[in-house]
T-cell receptor, first 110, second 112 residues
Framework: GQSLEQPSEVTAVEGAIVQINCTYQ??????LSWYQQHDGGAPTFLSYNALDGLEETGRFSSFLSRSDSYGYLLLQELQMKDSASYFC???????????FGIGTKLQVIP | DAGVIQSPRHEVTEMGQEVTLRCKPISGHDYLFWYRQTMMRGLELLIY????????DSGMPEDRFSAKMPNASFSTLKIQPSEPRDSAVYFCASADRNYGYTFGSGTRLTVV
């Protein structure tokens, strides 16, 4: 089976940097993804890491260490609109099968 | 593209009734997924299709749940009979061979 662990809640100040960690256990690991979901909305894809290292997309970066079964999402220059839930998700096998973590609720405060 | 389209957006039904949720994936995407989201269990994968063929339905909770994909542009998730514990938001998502799902807006199901 698979399991993912991420903090349930994080609070950060507008303009600051926040890191959301994710550890996972799975067989047939195929990559780590991150999704953002605003209250009442649908999850939206943010990033994907298949190999070790850092991927940067604007203010968001995602990191993966396959040997440590660990990844994180880094959000820089936080804005109020970044207040949302962030899910890490593990891809497994060859068929795009993805299991989602329970999500981290990020609250950005002024 | 209009994205993944789900209907209805909201559904309120009485226990024991049949519920059918509908999904139109993005054209050209050959994977389609049905997820259920609740506060307690988060996002759970129910079933997914590749090229209209069901690949893994191990997440379907009971025989009361069934899903079909008769063609590349349409899928249904049916619950019969529905129960109050089925109340959740049901998401459909589609993807191609590049990682990254596109989710529909979801159907909020309430069974009373």
């Amino acid at each position: 089976g698979q399991s993912l662990e991420q903090p349930s809640e994080v609070t950060a100040v507008e303009g600051a940097i926040v890191q959301i960690n994710c550890t996972y256990q799975t067989s047939g690991f195929y990559g780590l993804s991150w999704y953002q979901q605003h209250d009442g909305g649908a999850p939206t894809f943010l990033s994907y890491n298949a190999l070790d290292g850092l991927e940067e997309t604007g203010r968001f970066s995602s990191f993966l260490s396959r040997s440590d079964s660990y990844g994180y999402l880094l959000l820089q220059e936080l804005q109020m609109k970044d207040s949302a839930s962030y899910f890490c998700a593990v891809g497994q096998g060859s068929y795009q099968k993805v299991t989602f973590g329970i999500g981290t609720k990020l609250q950005v405060i002024p | 593209d209009a994205g993944v389209i789900q209907s209805p957006r909201h559904e309120v039904t009485e226990m024991g009734q049949e519920v059918t949720l509908r999904c139109k994936p993005i054209s050209g995407h050959d994977y389609l997924f049905w997820y259920r989201q609740t506060m307690m269990r988060g996002l759970e994968l129910l079933i997914y299709f590749n090229n209209n063929v069901p690949i893994d339905d191990s997440g379907m909770p009971e025989d009361r749940f069934s899903a079909k994909m008769p063609n590349a542009s349409f899928s249904t998730l049916k619950i019969q009979p529905s129960e109050p514990r089925d109340s959740a938001v049901y998401f459909c998502a589609s993807a191609d061979r590049n990682y990254g799902y596109t989710f529909g807006s979801g159907t909020r199901l309430t069974v009373v």
